[in-house]
């Protein structure tokens, strides 16, 4: 809906992300506040999760219009929606690019994919930086001009070559990681660093198939169907929150070479709608799963 | 394809699935077979497994024009395919009807399915008889004037239960048994008794949930794509040869009840697509998988 | 998220259905409304469509608790809504089953799958009444125990019949009307007596192949995917607004009866799918298109 | 099942694809042509179109272990097949690697993803050239080191354009010409150089929505689901043979804008599977159809 309102000049515009314990009134408050304000809602979509009573919205409006700062609006709004433990908000504001880091290994589909996005204007993003565990894919970067930094990591050296990786991250101010087909496990201290913040694809349809050499088991169990999943990473492998997964048909006839062929083109689709959906903020993760707005 | 052939008058026409070593010139020898015996090739379909060197053939004749016996005509092929301990292979001719017994407890919509199927024409089986271990759909049963068989089975009586179970469905000649949402697991001798002719469906993707309240577990992991598997039984749950597969998706918006209703249509259309294979003869069973001709 | 609520013993409830031009503070004086009449929301749905300025909402509360009339409630809207005369609204209370007639020709399975969806408890509907054109499925009307209808109609009849249809229709009090392949195409003046409460299945995927042999159509053309379309009926054929679509992959290796026969298990999934959303409320016609909430 | 064997040092191969009226041992024949030289089967695929009675088949096979030149084995197969006016066959020897040309316009999608495919060795293909109506992609050429033609097009200058894009087309041997968005109708004797060597991508379901802005037309109509078209062109618009198609459901949610970027992804997915198909030499054509051997 909203990118309709978004070819040319669009007016600048801001998104609040919020869940909390369901609320007599609140959303009631927050348009009342937008309108108030000067401002213009572009979007609006709301979900209550019946059984847990809680509430999730997505707020998008035109700020062009609103003459407050946006430290006095953020002010007003932290008053407005109060503070409770099982609550969370942010506000993101269209002139701020997201700026992704991709982690890569030696399989250039996703990488190709997301660097083209990015470049045809596709998505309003920046990609300062690859890291990958392995030289292979210098040239892709080269190519497209981005800065390429390789940590070959053993068993001995990972903590220490983590840490120079998150100092690279900090130093290039990234927001989001992409694991794209990146053959190395992230610690659990990484992955605190940038909680709900690196996506993962996973070569199947999980929770099936988790692990390595997913389409040489779903060829040993015969499946008829192949998927790609991607999802938030947390410490547990592949058990992250699940963003976006997506399915084809195969048969008999497909060896594992086939599978992997037919696999790539699903994990470039599900991974980059999963960047899409997460760069447009539309996801909110609570419970280990995620709420995705259309 | 043969489908188009089965239309009004349709000929008498056999079909011959066989699986063996690959061989050189075994394709020939039979179509060569049924061309001097008089047959006419209706449908003629084949499959090499690249890795494990296995050949796979259907093949399905006209034999109207035959003037051998089924019997001759059995014998002579029995000498051109030989004997290889790895070797499978069958005729069915098309005036045997597959006869069915469905094992149901509470949940009628595969039952009405399959028996809407039977009784319009779609189908050219019989369902002489259902075996359930509740009472709750005998009314569906006498809709369609079909014998309904109740056996409550506790762990002690399971033995003798199924053994008298086995012994009904040999008096009413049954080919075929569909599980279609039977709450009971099947002790392996009942299953070793119908190899490869016992077909379930499991109401998720398989291998992701396995056993009981797959939704459950779909809502809780937050996948975006429900599924399900209809697979012939063996003794390990839900492990048996995959036959079908379809998913659909959701989202965050599908509480479980939701996810019920709409998996149960999944359900009906994967496990019909699996019985209308396996009674057109077109599934063979090999290294735990299957091979579906189209 | 409703049905999660629907279990046992559901409280009475209401859906409201509004369309408007789009107005500030019109869905929080909706939601005030609710709340101060004693109601509690159980599902609130909102789109706007940003081309048109045009609102559109599902509103659905318990109404156990309310201590007004169903009239009362109703005048109150009527007044907090106010009259544009590009607006339209309707209240729907869970204790008013809605009543159908199922219109078929000669082909069941539309029909069978209808009748068990209501014999199974899946929905909460009553089926009176089943008309044809035909009498080939008058034994599925009495497997049921259905007052079954044969108007067999001619060029110089039809106004004649239709009128007698509309007659009884309305003796047996019809809200909504199923074209179940009913292979007869209705008047205009028929048509308009039951707006946006005729829903017909198309065994294509629309716009692509309207008319009759859609499936000879698609193989001549060679198409890679089948679809079938449910939508309401409106005087230009097969142009109504679209409620549903689903489609599949075929190969040249489908011969015209072989679509046939897969489409067939579409066309019922569409209708019903189509069927279900109508009866749940959940649909809003506007500008010849449809808005189905989740 | 042939791409398991295309990995690391893959015997030289050549495809036979063949299309005739059903000849009784033909199938034979050519398997013993192909053992008898030394060949070693790869993959053998048949069709039969049982109305037609027209036989198609594809048999790929390793001749590293042939004596014969390829000109003698072609001679072999010439006088093996025999001439038929409704017969039509070709080789294809794996060390020929197929030179293709993209035809652009102004939208980089297919254009990066095809590059992308070619430059990472997914695809054994060489892209010597790029043409455009159209400078604006120069910048995507460059990048990957291709040489980049502007052909600005008038009603007047067509057909000498024309003619210097087949010089151009000639000078560097193209097998393919991929239509990757390119906003320009070729002429009939354009298309008649290159037959079945030109490949469209059509961003709708076709026969739904030919010719220009698709996805205004379907989001004027209401569909719920959205899909892409690959196929050959001739000289009707939009109605050449189709080779791969795929979709995607949407709802009243999506704008036009939104359905343009959905579509974006499905577009380069349909038309790389079938610039992949056609490479593979998995294509037939014939009756204005396409056989698509797996």
Redesign the interface.
């Known amino acids: 809906?909203?990118?309709?309102?978004?070819?040319d000049v669009e007016p600048r515009s801001v998104v609040l992300l919020l869940h909390c314990p369901l609320r007599?009134?609140l959303?009631?408050s927050l348009?009342?506040f937008v309108?108030s304000s000067g401002g213009r809602i572009?979007y609006?979509d709301?979900?209550?999760?019946?059984?847990k009573r809680h509430y999730f919205t997505r707020l998008r409006w035109d700020v062009s219009g609103v003459s407050a700062t946006d430290q006095e609006m953020t002010n007003r709004l932290r008053t407005l929606i109060g503070r409770d433990p099982d609550s969370e908000w942010a506000l993101y504001f269209s002139d701020e690019r997201p700026r992704i880091a991709v982690f890569v290994s030696t399989d250039?589909?996703c990488l190709?994919?997301i660097l083209?996005r990015c470049?045809?204007g596709?998505w309003t993003v920046d990609v300062p930086l690859i890291v990958s565990n392995h030289s292979a894919l210098e040239p892709?970067a080269r190519?497209?001009g981005i800065d390429f930094r390789v940590f070959p990591i053993t068993k001995e050296s990972k903590r220490e070559k983590e840490d120079e990786q998150i100092a690279l991250l900090r130093d290039h101010r990234i927001d989001l990681i992409i694991l794209a087909r990146y053959m190395q496990i992230l610690s659990g201290s990484f992955v605190s660093a940038y909680p709900n913040r690196i996506i993962n694809i996973h070569h199947a349809?999980?929770?099936?198939?988790p692990g390595a050499r997913p389409y040489h088991s779903a060829r040993e169990?015969?499946?008829?169907?192949i998927?790609a999943t991607s999802h938030y990473v947390t410490e547990g492998l592949d058990a992250g929150?699940?963003?976006?997964?997506?399915?084809m048909?195969v048969?008999?006839?497909?060896?594992?070479?086939?599978l992997i062929?037919l696999g790539?083109?699903l994990e470039k689709?599900v991974l980059?709608?999963a960047i899409w959906s997460h760069v447009q903020r539309k996801i909110i993760v609570y419970a280990?799963?995620?709420?995705?707005f259309?």
Chains 1, 2, 3, 4 share one sequence.
Do not use: C
């Not at 709301?46 to 059984?51: A, I, N, T």
């Not at 349809?205 to 198939?209: N, V």
């Not at 280990?288 to 995705?292: L, N, S, W, Y």
């Open positions: 809906m909203e990118s309709s309102l978004q070819v007599i009134g959303a009631a348009t009342e309108y572009l609006h709301q979900y209550v999760d019946p059984e250039p589909s190709y994919d083209a470049h045809s596709e892709v190519r497209f349809f999980l929770p099936a198939f169990r015969g499946v008829k169907i998927g929150p699940i963003i976006e997964q997506d399915v048909r048969s008999h006839r497909h060896s594992v070479d086939h062929r790539r083109d689709v980059s709608r280990g799963r995620t709420v995705v259309d």
